[in-house]
């Protein structure tokens, strides 16, 4: 690892490295990460290692990095969605490279649609999950009504309506009144420590052995 650190903080001592031939994936992920200029001399072998389950961290900080080597990634779909998020939440402009959208999930679809507004016929609402319209609807700054139309709001978990309204109250003409009769104790507890305007519907659809519960949660 020596010569890649050198190489990092002093690329004009290149012509002194007689080791590029030793390096291996790990080396060549800390130059290429600091220094793009010596791609040249990588060996495409170590590119194609990345390609594996256990390589997909060396893309995604490289990318992350030195968003001019995402043509070098092959194929997008290898990476999951996690790891698609983590790479365009630093670096935006790649969405453009996402061509399986129909196949992604809510944070992916989000961080997709800020960069690629008009290919939201390209993205798949209607089979998002719970978790899918959560991420979606807490990374969307706005969400556009022929969009809104498309998302199954009655699908949405209890759980996940409270992070969701804790975060976007103005989502909350979208919570069915069987929803909000199935708030937890706990969930209450939390939407209206984060949301105190709530208190309506906390008054209005919780039954009285969760507002008891409540309210020794409170005095705790």
């Not at 060996?43 to 490289?62: A, D, K, S, T, Y």
């Not at 798949?124 to 969307?140: C, N, P, V, Y």
């Amino acid at each position: 690892m020596r010569w890649a650190e050198i190489l990092c903080e002093h690329p004009e001592r290149a012509s002194d490295c007689h080791c590029w031939q030793h390096f291996g994936g790990k080396e060549w992920l800390v130059i290429l990460t600091k220094q793009p200029q010596f791609a040249k001399c990588c060996p495409c072998h170590f590119v194609e290692e990345w390609n594996c389950q256990h390589g997909h961290h060396n893309w995604i900080r490289l990318l992350s990095a030195q968003p001019q080597f995402a043509d070098k990634l092959p194929n997008w779909a290898i990476l999951n969605d996690a790891e698609v998020s983590e790479i365009l939440q630093t670096q935006p402009k790649l969405a453009h490279y996402i061509n399986d959208v129909a196949k992604r999930g809510g944070k992916v679809v989000a961080l997709f649609l800020k960069e690629i507004p008009d290919k939201k016929t390209l993205c798949a609402f209607e089979q998002f999950g719970s978790g899918d319209m959560r991420e979606f609807i807490l990374e969307t700054d706005s969400i556009a009504d022929d969009i809104l139309a498309r998302l199954k709001w009655k699908q949405i978990f209890v759980e996940d309506w409270v992070r969701i309204l804790s975060a976007k109250p103005e989502y909350a003409k979208h919570v069915a009144d069987s929803q909000w009769r199935s708030f937890s104790a706990r969930g209450w507890s939390h939407l209206l420590d984060a949301q105190p305007q709530f208190k309506e519907q906390f008054d209005q659809f919780a039954s009285d052995e969760v507002k008891r519960e409540v309210a020794l949660i409170h005095q705790r």
